[in-house]
């Protein structure tokens, strides 16, 4: 079965610092996708990145970059000079194709990590 | 572009009773699926329909069930509830063909409370 392991539950920091979100997964699938979501106190998820499992390139967009290594089954996120507006809990996942075709239908997301960036 | 939208955002409910909760999708997508956040916990998958049909279900008991309309718009109707049914419940759309999919775009969900 799919499964999306986030260790850390809660990570504070101090505005400006760099910060790595880990992200463990499990499947048997040999195409898959990954994605994170940041979900602020308003609850919506907010889509960030999707990575398919072919393209192991590092991905850098503004302060955010992302490190998928597929060797270790991982797939981090780094906010680099965090901000205040960083705050949220942030969320893992990993997609699995459904019979219809269609892929992303079913993401299996991780428990979150709860971000707090303090000024 | 309009996003996913659902309605009502926060909603009471008595044990045992029936709830439908609402979400239109982003203009142009034709998938939605449906998701039960437990406080503190990730999204749980429960169902995603595509072309009118189911396509695919999470481990939730039948008496979770839904439908989408030739418009995309969805429902997601929950009978009997129990008080382990309390959770936010996220809808989220995208455009989907046998192909290839877009990533899914999540509305602000459903804060359902049973009581």
């Known amino acids: 079965a799919q499964k999306v392991t986030q260790a850390q539950t809660e990570i504070s920091v101090v505005e400006k610092e760099d910060v790595t979100l880990d992200c463990v997964y499990k499947t048997r699938d040999t195409t898959y996708y990954l994605f994170w979501y940041k979900q602020p106190p308003s609850g919506e998820l907010v889509f960030l990145i999707r990575?398919?499992?072919?393209?192991?390139q590092n991905e850098i967009s503004g302060r955010y970059s992302w490190n998928f290594q597929k060797s270790t089954s991982s797939f981090n996120f780094t906010i680099t000079a965090s901000q205040v507006v960083d705050s949220a809990v942030y969320f893992c996942a990993l997609s699995e194709v459904l019979a219809g075709g269609t892929s992303y239908g079913k993401l299996t997301f991780g428990q979150g990590t709860i971000l707090t960036v303090h000024p | 572009e309009t996003g996913v939208t659902q309605s009502p955002t926060h909603l009471i409910k008595t044990r045992g009773q029936q709830v439908t909760l609402r979400c239109s999708s982003q203009s142009g997508h034709n998938t939605v699926s449906w998701y039960q956040q437990a406080l503190g916990q990730g999204p749980q998958f429960i169902f995603q329909y595509y072309r009118e049909e189911e396509n695919g279900r999470g481990n939730f008991p039948p008496r979770f069930s839904g439908l989408q309309f030739p418009n995309y718009s969805s429902e997601l109707n929950v009978n009997a509830l129990e008080l382990d049914d309390s959770a936010l419940y996220l809808c989220?759309?995208?455009?989907?063909?046998?192909?290839?999919?877009?990533?899914?775009?999540f509305g602000n969900g459903t804060r359902l409370t049973v009581t």
């Open positions: 990575r398919n499992s072919f393209d192991e």
């Open positions: 989220a759309s995208s455009f989907g063909t046998t192909r290839i999919n877009s990533p899914l775009h």
